[in-house]
Structure formats: structure tokens, C-alpha cells
């Protein structure tokens, strides 16, 4: 009898494992509807630029991610796929690089929840002053990047990527990159590189370009990264992000070793997808809405 019953639970145990990895298999064999890849075509603004297996790759890590990830409606949000497909193209053109082709990526491990709001949301925060007075407010934000396994995104600001104005701001990039931040064991604006000579580079011309941001907020000088960045290293990551792939042209031209270390990292040049546009004069962002810290 105890024989028989060790037997059913390793039984159990080996079907618990090997359920879930069929029905991924499963999942994965099917190619990515024609109508999901007309929503990569639209939203994702980088895909008119890749090459066929760059498209082909990025359609199977959205179909992975489509089946790993539960999307949540917030605030009365029906979801559709057109807001799926547009979230999961979008977060995985952060690992299109460093994807094999044949095989499912790790696509954000330890991320399982996507919560998507019409449009920009408001949380609670509370704010300390000089005097230590503590007060209660409520803040806008665009999204969110939590340390328990989800992502809060606004749809209003999702479908705006890719858009000529503002430019080099997407929301999806900002925060999935924080969690990228997070796979080194702390959000700190370096995540997991794999030696300690990449983390000496890294730190050397992250931490420059992060104090010169710093001055150009601080004099409201202009320039290819969102002010927002020197808010904090974290920031700075998110922030040099959504530059490296929406606006690679002009963070190269601006900050060259900084280009050069996302090129190690995200393993992917995105140059190759848009022409180099003509030179601009770019303003700092007016105040208003902005990113949620990591929590």
C-alpha cells in the first residue's frame, strides 16, 4: 500500500511538471494569428524595420508571453487583444537580442501580472517635508513596475508609442526595463550583467552620464534622455531605455558610451530598424504626469 501510494504521488508530481510544459509546447507550435501580427505591424513601432526572423522571433516570444502573463482591466478597462498583443510586442523587443531562435526565452520570470487603466491613474503617496511634517496626496502616474510580480500600465499612453510627438517616450519600455533592473537582486539602475568587469564599465559611464543629466534637469538644458531619468539611477536605466530603442540615432550621436553599453546588454542594435533623422532641437518636458517609482 504505501508503495502504491508513493508511486500515485510521484505520479502526481511528474504530471504537475510535465502539464504545464506540454500545454506551453502546445501553445507555442501555433504561428501568431494574422490579425496579432497586423497589431505588431501597427504598434509596434520598431517591427516595419526588422528582418524576417526578427519578426518571426518576436511574434513567438509574444505568443509566450501571451500565454505566460495574465492581463488585468482596471477602472472599468475591457481588454482586447489589439491591448494585449500591443503590451507583449512591445516588453519583448527589450529581449529580442538576447532570445534564441528556436527555443522560449525567459521572458520576465518573475513578472504574472499585467494591470492595464484607460488611461493615467492615481495612487496614494506620501510626502515628507523639510520639517518632517508627513502628508497624504495623490499622485498621476502613467504606469508602474512592482516588486511582487506586476506591471501597471495606462492604455491611453501604450498606444502613443512610437508617435512623432512627444518623442522617445514609451511607457511599456520604461517599466518592463525596471524590471530587468530588478532580475540583479535590486532595482539600483544596473541589472544582471554577469561579471564583474561588465558592472565596472557599466558602472563608470552610467554613473557620469547619470550626474550630467542631473545638471542638465537642474538648468533645464535639452537633450535626447527625459529629465525624468535624474530622479534616481533606476530612473536613469528606464529612461535610457526607451532612448536606446525609440530614438537610437540620436543617443548614440549624444552619449556614445552609454549606446555602446546597451549594445552589450540588449544584445540588438536598434539603428538597423529607422533611418537617422535630421537634426533636431530638442525642449525639456513641461511638468506634469510622470512614471511611478519602482515598489
Known sequence: MDTLILALLATAVLLAWLVPHWRRRRALARPLPPAQVAVLARN???????????????????????????????AGLELTDEMRVTIAGQACLLLLGRAADDEPAALYPALHTILVYP???????????VAGVVTEARQDLLGESWGDGRVILSWDHVRRAGQPEPPGHNVVLHEFAHQLDSESGSTNGAPYLGSRERYRSWSEVLSRDFANLRHDAMWGLPGVLDH????????????ATESFFEQPHQLSMRHPALYAEFLKY??????????????VTLEPDPPGVVYGQWR
Not at 525624468?228 to 529612461?239: L, N, Q, T
Request: a positive charge; proline letters at 9%; hydrophobic letters at 40%.
Open 266 to 279: 540588449f544584445r540588438i542594435d536598434p539603428r538597423q530598424w529607422q533611418s537617422a533623422p535630421p537634426p
Open 119 to 129: 488611461g493615467a491613474f492615481l495612487v496614494p503617496r506620501k510626502e515628507v517635508d
Open 228 to 239: 525624468y531619468g535624474a530622479s534616481s539611477p533606476a530612473e536613469f536605466f528606464a529612461v
Open 44 to 74: 509596434v513601432a520598431q517591427y516595419a524595420g526588422m528582418d524576417g526572423n526578427q519578426r518571426r522571433k518576436l511574434a513567438r516570444m509574444v505568443q509566450q508571453f501571451l500565454f505566460e502573463k495574465k492581463f488585468v482591466g482596471c
